[in-house]
């Protein structure tokens, strides 16, 4: 089975750059997507096909996916960022989510 | 505007059965892959299946292979979970997701707000 391996947890300092990995086989041949989560509420889309934003994400949220890892990117991270990350890949006919990051504002 | 509206979610005991149901309105149903997506009490996101737009075509994670059953009417533009044989691990909220399903890619766009499925005795 395939797997994706993300940070339990990264913490950040409001307005500094948040990064948080997500590894995999070749993933860089794939298309990763990631998600935000926070409590109580549904899953949000926030970066599809490694790099792009559906419309209503901020411009601080950017994404990439080369070799084993693909990365989300938080600049000038806000209070409200503050959430669970997941990233999300396809192999073959199989939907794979990432163990989730719990990302920390403080 | 795009809507999911899961129902269908309860207590059930081990081993029993449950029907769980997703409408969907605010698109064209019958253009889009669908999935079921689960998430255990404090714990991260799961696919559980998905469903291609004819029905023809499902797959499912091994852990619920031959106990589940997705399904879809696409006149009725409402998507289907049958549960069946079910075991604690399985007590989770469960979201209907659509799944936009390509060569290579799969994202998902928009979510429902979940039900939330217990396996209790």
């Known amino acids: 089975s395939y797997d994706l391996t993300q940070p339990p947890s990264v913490s950040v300092s409001p307005g500094q750059t948040a990064s948080i990995s997500c590894s995999g086989d070749?993933?860089?041949?794939?298309?990763a997507s990631w998600y935000q989560q926070k409590p109580g509420q549904s899953p949000v889309m926030v970066i599809y096909?490694?790099?792009k934003r559906p419309s209503g994400i901020p411009e601080r949220f950017s994404g990439s996916n080369s070799g084993n890892t693909a990365t989300l990117t938080i600049s000038g991270t806000q209070a409200m960022d503050e959430a669970d990350y997941y990233c999300?890949?396809?192999?073959?006919?199989?939907?794979?989510f990432g163990g989730g990051t719990k990302l920390t504002v403080l | 505007e795009v809507q999911l509206v899961e129902s269908g979610g309860g207590l059930v005991q081990p081993g029993g059965s449950l029907r769980l149901s997703c409408a969907a309105s605010?698109?064209?149903?019958?253009?889009?892959?669908m999935s079921w997506v689960r998430q255990a009490p404090g714990k991260g996101l799961e696919w559980v299946a998905n469903?291609?737009?004819?029905?023809?075509?499902?797959n499912y994670v091994d852990s619920v292979k031959g106990r589940f059953t997705i399904s879809r009417d696409n006149a009725k533009n409402s998507l289907f979970l049958q549960l069946n044989s079910l075991r604690a691990e399985d007590t989770a909220v469960y979201y209907c997701?659509?799944?936009?399903?390509?060569?290579?890619?799969?994202?998902?766009?928009?979510w429902g707000q979940g039900t939330l499925v217990t396996v209790s005795s």
């Open positions: 997701a659509r799944d936009e399903a390509g060569d290579y890619n799969t994202e998902f766009h928009y």
């Open positions: 605010g698109f064209t149903f019958s253009n889009y892959w």
């Open positions: 469903i291609k737009q004819d029905g023809n075509e499902k």
């Open positions: 070749r993933l860089g041949d794939k298309y």
């Open positions: 096909q490694d790099k």
């Open positions: 999300l890949a396809r192999d073959s006919t199989t939907v794979v």
